[in-house]
């Protein structure tokens, strides 16, 4: 099995009074890792709230029959919890009033978990997001020199946890995942009056990644209006399907203040989207596969490691641009992303604006360094 980066990380926080929520998109690997965390305990009770028994067993509203389901178990694990009425009462009573309990949840749709649990749990909980595989845990189990050989297939058939155990069938699963799993609990917990415009929307955010996004273009070009193109596009985020990478302005002259990209958190999936599996020697579109794959992995990674950068990109009116930047406190770093090693790059107009930052090129020669954290 191969080991989740944020899994010491749980562990580190056990019984400190709070529940631990595990949210990310569906077969990102949550029920896997649920499971994985106390494999030889005998203490353990799972829930998995898929199962209608196991949700009628939460459904308890008193304390005395919590107490009689939770038993002696020090861990109740419960697997799906969105699929629970009240999810986030239940959890604060369970958390209240059996501080000897630990309380470790997963949920698939950050909207429908995050809107009934933030309220009940303010101060009750801690928060962790699991994504496809991130290069370092690919990096960690199967050696860093196998891994570069697989770049390829990564910035084509992306990293779901599926794909990497079963590479031959890559686009077969892949098609499977996007169209029965992935948009589940948007249909589910949501009421799309038009969800044919869902797909058309993840088309055209397909075909635009690595590019400034207008909603008054998305709606122009799929016959519809900016409130629901912000509105699905909040909900693909909270699905953890996409994410949006916001404009870096200090409001210096001939900066834009206001602009976004769109990212998907997986290539493979975009690639199914657009229904394109062509080896990367042959498409005219690497350029931008390659930046979503580094920026969708290095998000990963800040997530993952808990390392607090906000993260942009930066563009003037005469389109003079860098691809990514991280700031932090007072510091700004700068990188442009390219595919060709050795293509040249300027940054005179940011570097005049910005003299103190920081700036680097990522390219296949580097990349991993920037997608690795080594201990410190």
Not at 86 to 95: A, E, M, P, S, Y
Not at 182 to 202: A, G, M, N, S, V
Request: net charge positive; aromatic share 12%.
């Amino acid at each position: 099995m191969i080991k989740r980066f944020i899994t010491s990380r749980i562990l580190n926080n056990l019984h400190k009074g709070k529940a631990i929520l595990i949210m990310g998109a569906r077969q990102s690997g949550k029920t896997t890792l649920l499971k994985g965390l106390f494999p030889a305990q005998q203490d353990v009770l799972y829930l998995n709230c898929d199962d209608l028994e196991d949700r009628n067993l939460l459904a308890a509203e008193t304390i005395s029959s919590m107490k009689k389901f939770a038993g002696k178990s020090k861990y109740i694990l419960i697997d799906e919890a969105q699929r629970v009425q009240n999810i986030g009462l239940k959890l604060k009573l369970l958390v209240d009033n059996f501080p000897e309990v630990q309380i470790i949840a997963t949920g698939s749709s950050s909207f429908e978990l995050s809107n009934q649990i933030m309220e009940p749990l303010t101060g009750r909980k801690y928060e962790f997001y699991l994504y496809p595989f991130a290069y370092q845990e690919l990096a960690d189990n199967f050696g860093a020199y196998r891994e570069r050989k697989e770049l390829a297939n990564r910035l084509i058939y992306g990293s779901y946890p599926d794909i990497v155990n079963h590479p031959s069938a890559a686009a077969t699963l892949l098609n499977h995942l996007v169209g029965s799993y992935l948009y589940k609990d948007i249909f589910t917990f949501q009421d799309l009056r038009k969800p044919e415009l869902l797909d058309r929307l993840l088309n055209a955010l397909a075909l635009q990644i690595g590019s400034e996004v207008s909603y008054n273009e998305l709606a122009q070009l799929i016959s519809t209006d900016q409130k629901t193109i912000q509105k699905y596009i909040q909900l693909l985020e909270q699905a953890y399907i996409i994410f949006r990478l916001p404009n870096y302005s200090t409001n210096q002259r001939n900066e834009i203040k206001r602009s976004r990209k769109i990212y998907f958190w997986d290539n493979g999936v975009r690639n199914c989207l657009i229904t394109d599996f062509r080896d990367i020697a042959v498409r005219d579109d690497i350029g931008k596969l390659w930046e979503n794959y580094i920026v969708s992995e290095r998000m990963k990674l800040l997530s993952n490691a808990g390392i607090l950068r906000k993260s942009y990109f930066w563009r003037n009116i005469h389109k003079s641009e860098i691809d990514y930047l991280e700031v932090y406190e007072d510091k700004i770093t700068a990188y442009e992303i390219k595919w060709n090693p050795r293509r040249n790059f300027k940054a005179t107009a940011f570097t005049s604006l910005y003299p103190q930052a920081g700036l680097f090129l990522i390219n296949p020669e580097n990349y991993s360094e920037f997608l690795y954290v080594f201990p410190q």
